[in-house]
């Protein structure tokens, strides 16, 4: 058993709590490989802000759970050696089995996601609960979902949306014990997020349902899923330099910053750095065809990750400074 308290980490609870009485939302960032890592890292620190570092099941697999558990510890060496002291969570994303979030709790996570969404509302309390009664056992925060967000990112996928009931959140919240809740207003996993026709903008988010699910259980911190804004700049870079990504479309920062100010105090953004990466990379590649040294273009898609990064802190998510 490794501690995540060991590492350094610390779970969300105080993290959300200050993220809902501060009216911003804390920054939850996929990553697989060291780049990403360092482009996390440094760009929090720059901007003093708290983040989530998020580790899917394929993530898990292709970076190594021995490996991650190190990474994490690099990290937060480095922050320690900036001389900052940034609340800093190890999440799993989107665990589907009770057996993968023990793995990941006894590996040094500090967070886990049970996603039950797929199962009838009575298997998903009945799932969630087990690993929630689990988890708080080694002080481990607990991440549940009601509704179902279409789209694919990794192995998570599904055609069609389903919207949260905000009838059943009491329930569910009180019956698994959960420390947050991932609902669905109309975000949704991977670059295209809505079949759009050109010059069509994307649909608003549901914040009816947002409002009604706070008004159901005040306080009780929200987590948006699939909230990449599919930059458009990075779209067009990937499609110059030899790419093909037709009508890609993400939720709009706008609506993003207004979610961040409700009781929404984690945004999941996964694809967005994806893009960034790619698109530099593609750049580097198309421009400098003789290239060959992985430094070369690895390091200018990391400083353009840094640069994204700092922008949600800074503009979307309103994190920065609140370290």
Do not use: W
Not at 96 to 125: P, Q, R
Not at 200 to 226: N, T, Y
Not at 277 to 298: H, N
Request: with cysteine.
């Amino acid at each position: 058993m490794h501690h995540y308290k060991d590492l350094g980490l610390c779970n969300t609870k105080e993290m959300f709590h200050k993220a809902i009485t501060g009216n911003y939302a804390i920054p939850a960032y996929n990553f697989n490989n060291m780049e990403q890592l360092q482009a996390i890292i440094t760009a929090c620190i720059e901007t003093k802000s708290p983040v989530i570092l998020q580790v899917s099941s394929g993530a898990r697999k292709y970076a190594n759970q021995i490996l991650l558990r190190y990474m994490a510890m690099g990290a937060m060496e480095i922050i320690k050696t900036a001389g900052l002291s940034l609340p800093v969570a190890l999440h799993l994303d989107h665990g589907d089995t009770y057996e993968l979030c023990v793995s990941c709790i006894e590996s040094g996570f500090s967070s886990v996601m049970i996603d039950g969404s797929a199962h009838s509302f009575e298997k998903n309390i009945e799932l969630t609960k087990k690993v929630v009664d689990y988890a708080h056992q080694y002080d481990v925060s607990v991440e549940g979902e009601l509704g179902v967000l279409a789209g694919i990112e990794d192995e998570v996928s599904h055609e069609a949306s389903h919207y949260t009931n905000p009838d059943d959140v009491e329930e569910f919240v009180g019956k698994t014990g959960v420390d947050s809740l991932a609902i669905s207003i109309g975000t949704s996993h991977g670059a295209y997020k809505f079949k759009l026709k050109p010059g069509e903008s994307a649909p608003p988010l549901r914040f009816d349902i947002l409002e009604e699910v706070e008004r159901r259980i005040p306080g009780f911190p929200i987590v948006l899923h699939g909230a990449s804004s599919v930059m458009p700049e990075y779209v067009n870079m990937i499609n110059e330099y030899g790419g093909k990504m037709e009508n890609a479309a993400g939720v709009p920062e706008d609506q993003l910053r207004r979610a961040a100010a409700s009781a929404v105090c984690k945004i999941n953004i996964d694809s967005d750095g994806r893009l960034a990466m790619t698109a530099k990379i593609r750049q580097v590649l198309a421009t400098k065809p003789a290239e060959f040294d992985p430094r070369k273009y690895l390091g200018p898609a990391r400083e353009e990750l840094i640069a994204m990064y700092k922008h949600k802190n800074e503009h979307v998510l309103g994190s920065a400074g609140k370290a």
